[in-house]
């Protein structure tokens, strides 16, 4: 018997390999798989419910949970992408240029297992990028001191605001109401209270988990319920066709599937940029470097894969951001952020030192996630199919129920879900009026950072710590531009189109 030491690595897959972390990743798979099947539930939403459930876990296991949900969801959710033109997730708008042709074509088999094979292998490379990227990321990152982390923190916060869909202003105004959010309780250093009105239950802060179920769980299902018209849905495509891809297939899909994890390997290493933007640049990228671009947004596999294996690829960046500088790559990674800090577990410069095993947990359960996935999704499932054609009223009842007992679960408490549903409240009026949730929950979860290391630096040194800081100056420079850039571009194009007698569109705040 060959004897194995003790390592970080080896405790870290060991800590994985249990059974009951396996049970674990088994049911979010099953999760997963179907919260990508059903268009409407987002990954977000999916990992926002859960984590109600999993705060009483250990920590590898909930995070087990979690993050294979999150894995799940990615090849879920093009089964709906391909069969019905809906994306399961904003991640799978570019599996829909192809997608839903190819089904029309009569080759919905091979586009579902191509798109699976391409998620896969961009999933594999993002999880090469966490193994190698992120510990030197994080041991940079110690050098870091309170004017950088705060410069840090700002970044992020200005970068998911950045890409909020061209809505700057509202981006902003919601980063800006998170970041107040944060304010409420007691003051760290002097203990006075803040905006509490009196209430005992606010001087720990605002909860986390309850303001995340609402924005994401509770205000998604109403907004659908509102929203809801009868015999709007397309009826799946039935038809299969051909399942497995030949050889000379997978041949001649290599190059695109390696476009896409290129981009989406470099975009998922930028915080806040999402899957669905690296799909839909891979996809272009991969038209232009096509023989065949006549067929491109016709029904092309190329076009097919290079945008899922893009899409999946920017995962393992934006856990290695997350992880190493505690800044959010995207809105999921936002939402798990807030159950790691009540595991204990807070992302940033020196996780990987206090929690040395961590990464090696991290790579054995996404390899695992992917391949058991990777399989399932390559079986012939006709089931799901059927799941499809169930209406949406089902599905409701189901989230609503899990809001409500999931959000009970953390604390036994009555005052948590009187939160949830005020925030469900709030989340839907910012969805009906085009404020992001997302930014929102990013300045409740970093604003105590952001505050604890702005008043350290202004102690130490005053302002002038952060202004002659070269890091901290180079971070803030990148959160100007990320948040001026855009109108000013479009202002700029506005006027280009006015100067040619175009209609001129209207620029949206």
């Not at 191509?114 to 999880?127: D, K, L, P």
């Not at 470097?289 to 294996?309: V, Y």
């Not at 390559?378 to 409701?396: Q, S």
């Not at 409240?425 to 949730?437: A, I, K, S």
Request: net charge positive; hydrophobic share 50%; with cysteine.
């Amino acid at each position: 018997m060959i004897p194995i030491l003790a390592s970080p690595v080896t405790d870290g897959i060991g800590a994985v390999l249990a059974p009951d972390t396996l049970l674990t990743i088994g049911i979010g798979i099953c999760i997963g798989m179907l919260v990508g099947a059903f268009p409407g539930v987002t990954a977000t939403m999916a990992v926002a419910l859960a984590s109600g459930f999993t705060l009483t876990m250990e920590p590898t296991q909930g995070l087990a949970m979690l993050l294979t949900i999150y894995v799940a969801a990615q090849f879920g959710d093009r089964i709906p992408a391909i069969l019905i033109n809906t994306p399961g997730t904003p991640a799978s708008i570019s599996t829909t240029f192809d997608g839903y042709p190819l089904a029309r074509q009569g080759k919905a088999g091979l586009a579902l297992t191509t798109s699976a094979i391409g998620s896969a292998v961009g999933m594999i490379c993002g999880i090469v990028i966490l193994a190698v990227a992120a510990v030197p990321l994080s041991a940079f990152a110690m050098q870091f001191g309170p004017p950088e982390m705060f410069a840090l923190v700002v970044f992020g916060l200005t970068m998911m605001v950045g890409v909020s869909s061209g809505r700057i202003f509202k981006g902003l105004a919601a980063g800006a109401f998170g970041l107040f959010l944060a304010t409420i309780g007691r003051d760290p250093i002097t203990g006075d209270q803040r905006f509490t009105l009196g209430i005992l239950e606010l001087n720990g802060g605002i909860p986390f988990i309850p303001v995340i179920i609402g924005f994401f769980g509770l205000a998604e299902v109403i907004n659908q319920i509102l929203t809801h018209r009868k015999n709007k849905g397309v009826k799946p495509i039935s038809q299969m066709g051909q399942w497995m891809p030949d050889r000379q297939l997978m041949k001649r899909l290599a190059k695109p599937m390696g476009i896409g994890a290129a981009t989406g390997s470099v975009i998922g290493l930028i915080p806040a940029v999402g899957g669905d933007i690296a799909g839909i640049i891979a996809w272009d990228n991969a038209k232009k470097a096509s023989k065949r671009k006549d067929e491109f947004g016709k029904g092309s596999l190329e076009g097919l894969t290079a945008g899922d294996t893009s899409s999946t690829a920017t995962l393992g960046g934006s856990i290695t951001t997350t992880m190493a500088l505690g800044v959010p790559g995207d809105s999921v990674m936002a939402v798990m952020i807030g159950s790691m800090m009540i595991w204990g577990i807070q992302p940033g410069p020196g996780l990987f030192n206090s929690h040395p095993d961590l990464i090696a947990s991290l790579v054995t359960i996404l390899l695992i996630a992917t391949v058991a996935t990777l399989i399932l999704s390559l079986l012939r499932m006709k089931g799901v199919i059927k799941l499809l054609e169930l209406p949406d009223h089902f599905l409701w009842v189901v989230i609503l129920v899990f809001c409500m007992v999931g959000t009970y679960s953390i604390n036994n408490s009555v005052f948590e879900v009187g939160m949830m549903l005020l925030f469900g409240m709030v989340g839907l009026f910012m969805l009906r009026f085009g404020f992001p949730p997302g930014p929102a929950v990013l300045g409740l979860i970093l604003g105590p950072l952001a505050e604890a290391n702005l008043r350290r630096a202004l102690l130490t040194d005053g302002w002038s710590s952060i202004f002659t800081s070269p890091i901290a100056l180079v971070l803030l420079t990148v959160a100007v531009l990320a948040v001026t850039v855009p109108p000013l571009r479009q202002l700029v194009r506005r006027r280009k189109e006015a100067i040619v007698g175009m209609k001129v569109p209207t620029m949206q705040p």
